[in-house]
C-alpha cells in the first residue's frame, strides 16, 4: 500500500490505513507511536506476534511525505520518499489476517487510538509488490508537492463507515 500522507498533529496511534480485527488481534495497520513522530508500519498474526517496521522521528507535521509498504515473498519492507528506511524477513501479507472484517483509511482497529488528524492523497493498495525504483520515480515527480494537489482530506472526527463498506469491496 502507498500514500501521500500530511499529519497535522501526533494523535496518540492515529492511523491512516487499517485492515483487519482488532478482537482478535489480526491486523495491519500504519501509523505513529503513542504521540511521537516515530513512524510505524506492523502487522498482528496473533495477541503476541507483533511483525514491525518503523522510522525514527525525523517527520515534520504539515509536511507531506510519499509512504509505502509492502508484505509478502521478499518479507515487509517500509520506503519514506521511495528510500526504503526499514526491512524484516516476515512474509505473511493481507492473506494470513484474512478475513479483515475492520478496514479504515483515518481510524485505528483500536478504539482507544485517536483518529488520524490530517490529509490523504493517492492512496493505493496493491495486490503485487512495486519495486524500489517505481517508489522512488513517484518521490522524485511529486518531491515538490503543494497543498493544491491534494484530491482527498479526511476529516479529524465523524463517521467512517462509508470509507469502511469502500475498502470491503
Given at each position: 500500500?502507498?500514500?501521500?500522507?500530511?499529519?497535522?498533529?501526533?494523535?496518540n496511534?492515529?492511523?491512516?490505513?487499517?485492515?483487519?480485527?482488532?478482537?482478535?488481534?489480526?491486523?495491519?495497520?500504519?501509523?505513529?507511536?503513542?504521540?511521537?513522530?516515530?513512524?510505524?508500519?506492523?502487522?498482528?498474526?496473533?495477541?503476541?506476534?507483533?511483525?514491525?517496521?518503523?522510522?525514527?522521528?525525523?517527520?515534520?507535521?504539515?509536511?507531506?511525505?510519499?509512504?509505502?509498504?509492502?508484505?509478502?515473498?521478499?518479507?515487509m519492507?517500509?520506503?519514506?520518499?521511495?528510500?526504503?528506511?526499514?526491512?524484516?524477513?516476515?512474509?505473511?501479507?493481507?492473506?494470513?489476517?484474512?478475513?479483515?472484517?475492520?478496514?479504515?483509511?483515518?481510524?485505528?482497529?483500536?478504539?482507544?487510538?485517536?483518529?488520524?488528524?490530517?490529509?490523504?492523497?493517492?492512496?493505493?493498495v496493491?495486490s503485487?509488490?512495486?519495486?524500489?525504483?517505481?517508489?522512488?520515480?513517484?518521490g522524485?515527480?511529486?518531491?515538490?508537492?503543494?497543498?493544491?494537489?491534494?484530491?482527498?482530506?479526511?476529516p479529524?472526527?465523524?463517521?467512517?463507515?462509508?470509507?469502511?463498506?469502500?475498502?470491503?469491496?
Amino acid at each position: 500500500m502507498e500514500a501521500w500522507v500530511r499529519w497535522d498533529d501526533w494523535a496518540n496511534f492515529s492511523q491512516w490505513f487499517a485492515f483487519g480485527n482488532d478482537d482478535q488481534w489480526r491486523a495491519m495497520f500504519i501509523n505513529h507511536r503513542e504521540g511521537s513522530p516515530v513512524f510505524q508500519y506492523a502487522i498482528y498474526t496473533g495477541r503476541d506476534e507483533l511483525h514491525l517496521l518503523a522510522l525514527g522521528g525525523d517527520l515534520r507535521l504539515g509536511q507531506w511525505y510519499h509512504l509505502a509498504a509492502v508484505s509478502g515473498p521478499g518479507g515487509m519492507r517500509l520506503y519514506l520518499n521511495g528510500v526504503e528506511v526499514d526491512h524484516n524477513s516476515y512474509e505473511g501479507s493481507f492473506a494470513g489476517i484474512a478475513p479483515g472484517e475492520n478496514n479504515y483509511l483515518g481510524r485505528s482497529n483500536w478504539k482507544d487510538n485517536a483518529y488520524f488528524h490530517g490529509a490523504l492523497d493517492e492512496v493505493r493498495v496493491w495486490s503485487v509488490a512495486r519495486s524500489g525504483e517505481e517508489k522512488r520515480a513517484v518521490g522524485a515527480v511529486w518531491a515538490s508537492r503543494s497543498e493544491g494537489r491534494c484530491l482527498f482530506a479526511m476529516p479529524t472526527e465523524g463517521d467512517f463507515t462509508g470509507i469502511s463498506r469502500m475498502m470491503k469491496r
